[in-house]
């Protein structure tokens, strides 16, 4: 006996059953629905991108270590999409004038990231985007954040289980720079370490930081950056601040959004986090990221921010953008892990759908021409082509809680009509065919 290939998807890539995609659907409608009510539109990217695109504004990390790359003949190289947002910087930047500001787009792209496999992550998935471009006020943040509520809240999730944290990269330079003395060309280096400290353990952080910086006073001011969780703690922990800092850009929008924040009524859902920097190095202002809150699976679920310089990649226009990516997976787990997901989605609906019971081969042709009338209509319908009897047949329909059935003999054939029955009531009238 020939060997035979393993049943199994690739590593990291997953087969999805009708079951899977009838809940991975129905958490697509409520993405659509608050995206239609927030006046965003669908958009899409090829799957494959010039490299350089990702090189030049996403993490090295993620191009180079966690990427599916295609080389071309004479070596020029590819890239399966690890995320979208410099596909959308590009597209956006090929219209340029043509496009009515502010932006508000939202997508569903398949995304691809050779990384190990674990709950939560694999290497081919959907990613959930919504991204406004054109519109530089803190408002564009409170749009985010309240389109983050609302989507969540939608699925019934509640300011207990789940938390906005939120910082600002221009903050953070402000006070690397003014109160521990980093040059602004170190700055990559802080935000990643900062985006590494919850990957590691105490000493294993520790350990990284001072390697980083070889020095004591910064070392512990990085520290105090990854801990503190409100504004006005972190600021504490400092001894002297000189008067410049307030002026500083990053300081006066993080103070504008907290005030914002509170005003709106989103300080239930929102808070100030000063380790929140995010992996990506094209964010430039505001970043944030969306925590599960419960004792189960205590951990970021997605993120975004801020990006104003991603259109310098393809045009001189100066175009600011902010939004996030949210991978349908995570919050599939997320959804499931408080019962959020109503058990009623995982069986197709069969109630609307008439079944055609041909009762042998020789009226085959006469059901499927039945059935053609009847969609002709607009009704779902299916016909039982393997010509079981009768009693099997309406077992069957009875089995998908089909509510009509058409029986279809050949007493029906000579005289042109047909049998139709009630499935709950199991009333039945024989009429013509041209009377259905």
Known sequence: M?????????????????????????????????????????????????????????????????????????????????????????????????????????????????????????REFRQINYDILGEDSLYAELEMFNIIVDLLTNFGATSEQFQIYYNNRRFIDAISETLLGIPQEKMPLVYKVLDKSDKMDEEEFEKYVIDAF??????????????????????????????????????????????????????????????IVRGLDYYTGTVFE??????????????????????????????????FGMGVLVLTLFLKTYNLIPASIYDKDYTDTIYVAAINEDVATYAIDIARQIRDEEFPC???YRFKSLKSQLSKANELGIFLTIIVGPKELSEGKVTIKNMFTEEQITVYQEDL
Do not use: H
């Open 2 to 122: 020939s060997e035979k290939f393993s049943r199994d998807p690739l590593r990291g890539m997953r087969d999805f059953y009708p079951e899977d995609l009838r809940e991975t659907y129905w958490i697509l409608s409520v993405v659509e629905e608050i995206a239609e009510i927030y006046g965003y539109e669908e958009y899409d990217t090829p799957v494959l991108e010039p490299i350089e695109i990702f090189a030049a504004k996403s993490s090295e990390e993620l191009v180079n270590e966690q990427s599916f790359i295609v080389e071309k003949k004479k070596g020029k190289k590819l890239i399966l999409r690890p995320e979208i947002t410099p596909s959308l910087a590009r597209m956006i930047a090929l219209k340029g004038q043509e496009l009515k500001k502010p932006i508000r787009w939202f997508s569903v792209p398949k995304c691809y990231r050779y990384e190990r496999p674990q709950r939560g992550r694999l």
């Open 214 to 275: 070889q020095d004591e006073y910064i070392v512990q001011g990085i520290f105090k950056l990854r801990d503190a969780t409100s504004l006005e703690e972190l600021l504490d922990m400092f001894e002297e601040i000189p008067e410049k800092f307030y002026t500083t850009e990053g300081y006066r929008e993080l103070i504008k959004l907290e005030r914002l924040i509170k005003e709106t009524g989103l300080n239930e859902y929102c808070s100030f986090q000063s380790g």
């Open 382 to 384: 299916i016909v039982d």
């Open 290 to 323: 969306v925590f599960d809150t419960g004792e189960e699976n205590r951990r970021a679920i997605f993120g975004g921010g801020r990006y104003d310089d991603l259109l310098s990649l393809f045009s001189d226009e100066q175009l600011s953008g902010i939004g």
